[in-house]
């Protein structure tokens, strides 16, 4: 299941809500949820909140004591499950950073979010980037190349942005050191 908060990236508003969500293409990010599970080997629901940097930093500062925005935080679902469908988590990413990183990397919104998506499923598999030794980051690497997808978040941290990166080779340029 896939939610948008209302108030999510200054959409309180009703055009703006709709520029969202058909940004966003909700049926298209559905099919992606249940490829991308099947694919990390999750079994059971998740459950996905589209929020505003609000609503994350609130989520994070109160579960995980880090009083900042981020752009997904996931939630697995440990023990027991009682009656009815079986949960495998939640996951929580913010529309906000989500489209200020998709301008940063030259690609929609759209995909940003399938990336967070995508990493957040790895985190509710049992993933963790910060204690494995790159057994998260093969993964990943493996299922954005099966889902087509740009560069994730992992990969990320050892690269600038798109804009970063142009902005530092027109600089080289100028100084002539690049031809």
């Known amino acids: 299941m896939i939610l948008i908060e209302p108030d999510a990236a200054t959409a309180s508003d009703g055009p703006e809500l709709k520029r969202r969500k058909a940004a966003l293409k909700l049926p298209e990010l559905r099919q992606f949820l249940s490829k991308a599970k099947s694919e990390v080997g999750l079994d059971g629901e998740v459950s996905v909140l589209l929020g505003s940097d609000t609503t ?23 023990g027991f499950q009682g009656e009815g469908p079986k949960q495998a988590g939640d996951l929580a990413i913010s529309l906000d950073t989500a489209q200020r990183q998709a301008s940063e990397h030259g690609h929609s919104l759209l995909m940003e979010v399938k990336i967070l998506m995508l990493h957040g499923l790895l985190h509710l598999a049992g993933y963790d980037h910060e204690t494995d030794s790159g057994q998260m980051a093969g993964k990943e690497r493996v299922l954005r190349k099966e889902f087509d997808l740009p560069s994730g978040l992992i990969q990320r941290s050892t690269k600038p942005p798109v804009k970063q990166a142009k902005k530092v080779s027109a600089g080289i340029k100028k100084r002539g050191r690049l031809r």
């Open 56 to 78: 994350i930093r609130t989520l994070n500062r109160n579960f995980r004591k880090k009083d900042k925005a981020t752009d997904v935080l996931s939630f697995p679902v440990d």
